[in-house]
């Protein structure tokens, strides 16, 4: 926010590194969804008093439009903290979760990531309703148990983390598909974009810690730390599953991991 009253925006930011600093050492005192919503009361409550002082930004935008990309930001927050939360007691454990219930989360997370772009881009899911600066989302589970698949919750985690890439990485108006299947004892998931693609010679690099692909680095604008396919990798293997990256610059690029799934839940 560009504001001529940053000082009423402090309080709020402390906050929220009070929150990241309990995420780390664990501390659910302060780590939990009563403190959660507490915080997001607190955020409002600033904005209200900022929009009575300064309603229009430096930077020409509105107090209600950040009110309404924060109202999302939360709803997906509240989902993360609790995934954390369960992660904390067993980070590996093979979980059920509600096919509704996960493609919703993830449709929240796409209607928080459009919001926050503030009208450079929409995401939609039938290609009759796709402009040319939106991007056509194809999602499709299928599972041997119907309404519920298994996964740990931090592969949730980077599942979230690859289908972020794609689209940071994928120009307005492109596609990402993504596919979930959980059948004959092996979890797979596949994303493929129409992007930046990767060059041929650095395809074995970009899971190196911080690296990004050369045809990117300088021009797409990102506020991650280039951890993302670092991440996916670790946990594959520690799943004792495979990752393959198949990608042509220019092109797209496409991820598949396969995981052997455990004996659980009467499977």
């Known amino acids: 926010m560009e504001t001529d009253n940053p000082e009423l925006l402090d309080p709020v930011i402390s906050r929220a590194l009070e929150f990241a600093d309990a995420s780390h050492s664990k501390d659910k005192s302060v780590f939990n ?15 209200n008093n900022l929009k009575t002082k300064q309603p229009v930004l430096n930077d020409g935008s509105h107090v209600d439009e950040y009110s309404k990309i924060l109202k999302n930001v939360f709803d997906v927050f509240e989902v993360r903290l609790k995934e954390i939360i369960q992660r904390w007691e067993d980070p590996n454990a093979w979980i059920p979760i509600r096919v509704r219930n996960f493609v919703d989360d993830f449709k929240e997370f796409f209607y928080a990531m459009e919001k926050n772009s503030k009208g450079r881009y929409k995401i939609i899911y039938n290609i009759a309703e796709q402009d040319e600066k939106d991007y056509l989302v194809n999602f499709a589970i299928n599972s041997e148990g119907e309404e519920i698949i298994y996964m740990p919750l931090i592969l949730k985690d980077v599942i979230r983390d690859l289908i972020a890439n794609a689209r940071k990485y994928t120009p307005p108006g492109g596609d990402i598909t993504i596919g979930i299947s959980q059948k004959n004892g092996v979890f797979k998931f596949v994303v493929e974009d129409t992007g930046y693609g990767i060059p041929e010679d650095e395809i074995e690099k970009v899971v190196d810690y911080g690296y990004r692909a050369s045809n990117v680095k300088d021009t797409v604008r990102t506020m991650g730390g280039g951890f993302g396919l670092t991440k996916a990798y670790y946990v594959v293997n520690e799943l004792n599953g495979d990752m393959w990256i198949d990608s042509e610059a220019g092109e797209g690029t496409k991820i598949k991991v396969e995981i052997p799934i455990p004996e659980i839940m009467g499977r």
């Open 33 to 47: 969804v009563e403190s959660l919503r507490k915080f997001e009361e607190d955020i409002n409550e600033t904005l």
